[in-house]
């Protein structure tokens, strides 16, 4: 009788051999690894209720703020002024709960131990985890957005002509620049979230470490910066840069750069858009890098 009872690290082999497609003996290339494993990623967000309920959440703000405010009867860049702020808060925040414990879930379940059976490398698991999560995340975040830019292009009035006369254009190619500046800043708190899943061995641990990732991204990087400034530490001339260390303040200054201060017309240079988005670019890969680290260890 006890043979024919599954352990757990069986049934777990059996479900990812049956997910890979192939049996042990022919090794499946990278390719179709990768996209198992990003399938695998989408199933999981697509059974997980609270993927579902943050999606639904931060859209109800998005819009909500979008409508309450009358932005959308302003234009498209007095709605994204309107956004700004709270993506500033609710981006880090969705983008760390969709990957907190995504490579930690692997291994409570004893999902990595299995996959190391397979020529699949550390570097392979964390990319396809990462863009598997990745989807969901910008699914989540940018229907929304769309949904924003709909209503702003449907509630035509005479307000967001007279903005428009001015020095500046009112474009929805300024609301999609905004779009894009967002993707980029919640591929890179996800990263550093699935870096987070990597390091820590349990729940608690996760949730611990998200908070306290979350509270240096939102708090933490800007009082140090202002701190650097007023001591002297930090000069005029140097400021943009130093804003680029931040992913926040580096996402924040792009949204000025290339959207708002290009709409007025005027006003001084809020970030420097290169050193801005090498930022970001160093952050994602540093955090990726970290996770793939961890699991080679």
Do not use: C
């Given at each position: 009788m006890s043979g024919d009872v599954n352990t757990p690290s069986d049934t777990t082999r059996d479900r990812t051999s049956g997910q890979f497609?192939?049996?042990?003996?022919?090794?499946p290339g990278p390719k179709h690894i990768l996209r198992t494993i990003i399938g695998r990623e989408l199933r999981t967000i697509v059974r997980t209720r609270t993927f579902f309920i943050l999606a639904l959440a931060f859209a109800a703000v998005v819009l909500g703020i979008s409508s309450v405010s009358g932005s959308v009867q302003g234009g498209y860049v007095p709605t994204l002024v309107d956004l700004l702020t709270p993506l500033e808060l609710l981006v880090p925040v969705v983008a760390i709960a969709f990957g907190y414990r995504a490579i930690l879930g692997d291994a409570e379940r004893g999902e990595l131990d299995v996959l190391k059976t397979y020529p699949v490398s550390s570097r392979e698991?964390?990319?396809?985890?990462?863009?598997?999560?990745a989807i969901g995340?910008?699914?989540?975040?940018?229907?929304?957005?769309?949904?924003t830019v709909l209503l702003v292009f449907v509630a035509e009035e005479e307000g967001r002509t007279l903005y428009a006369s001015h020095s500046g254009v009112d474009s929805p190619i300024l609301f999609a620049r905004f779009i894009v500046l967002t993707i980029?800043?919640?591929?890179?708190?996800?990263?550093?979230?699935i870096a987070i899943s990597a390091v820590v061995s349990g729940t608690r641990s996760a949730i611990a470490l998200s908070v306290v990732a979350l509270v240096v991204l939102l708090v933490g990087f800007d009082l140090a910066?202002?701190?650097g400034f007023s001591a002297g530490s930090?000069?005029?001339?140097?400021?943009?840069?130093a804003l680029a260390l931040s992913p926040l303040s580096a996402y924040r200054g792009l949204v000025f750069e290339s959207a708002i201060v290009v709409a007025s017309g005027t006003g001084p240079a809020a970030a420097s858009p290169i050193a801005s988005l090498v930022s970001l670019v160093v952050w994602t890969a540093t955090s990726l890098g970290i996770a793939t680290w961890v699991l080679n260890r």
């Amino acid at each position: 009788m006890s043979g024919d009872v599954n352990t757990p690290s069986d049934t777990t082999r059996d479900r990812t051999s049956g997910q890979f497609g192939r049996s042990q003996s022919t090794a499946p290339g990278p390719k179709h690894i990768l996209r198992t494993i990003i399938g695998r990623e989408l199933r999981t967000i697509v059974r997980t209720r609270t993927f579902f309920i943050l999606a639904l959440a931060f859209a109800a703000v998005v819009l909500g703020i979008s409508s309450v405010s009358g932005s959308v009867q302003g234009g498209y860049v007095p709605t994204l002024v309107d956004l700004l702020t709270p993506l500033e808060l609710l981006v880090p925040v969705v983008a760390i709960a969709f990957g907190y414990r995504a490579i930690l879930g692997d291994a409570e379940r004893g999902e990595l131990d299995v996959l190391k059976t397979y020529p699949v490398s550390s570097r392979e698991i964390v990319a396809g985890v990462y863009v598997g999560r990745a989807i969901g995340l910008l699914t989540a975040i940018v229907a929304p957005l769309v949904v924003t830019v709909l209503l702003v292009f449907v509630a035509e009035e005479e307000g967001r002509t007279l903005y428009a006369s001015h020095s500046g254009v009112d474009s929805p190619i300024l609301f999609a620049r905004f779009i894009v500046l967002t993707i980029l800043f919640a591929l890179t708190v996800l990263a550093i979230a699935i870096a987070i899943s990597a390091v820590v061995s349990g729940t608690r641990s996760a949730i611990a470490l998200s908070v306290v990732a979350l509270v240096v991204l939102l708090v933490g990087f800007d009082l140090a910066l202002v701190y650097g400034f007023s001591a002297g530490s930090i000069g005029d001339g140097s400021l943009v840069y130093a804003l680029a260390l931040s992913p926040l303040s580096a996402y924040r200054g792009l949204v000025f750069e290339s959207a708002i201060v290009v709409a007025s017309g005027t006003g001084p240079a809020a970030a420097s858009p290169i050193a801005s988005l090498v930022s970001l670019v160093v952050w994602t890969a540093t955090s990726l890098g970290i996770a793939t680290w961890v699991l080679n260890r």
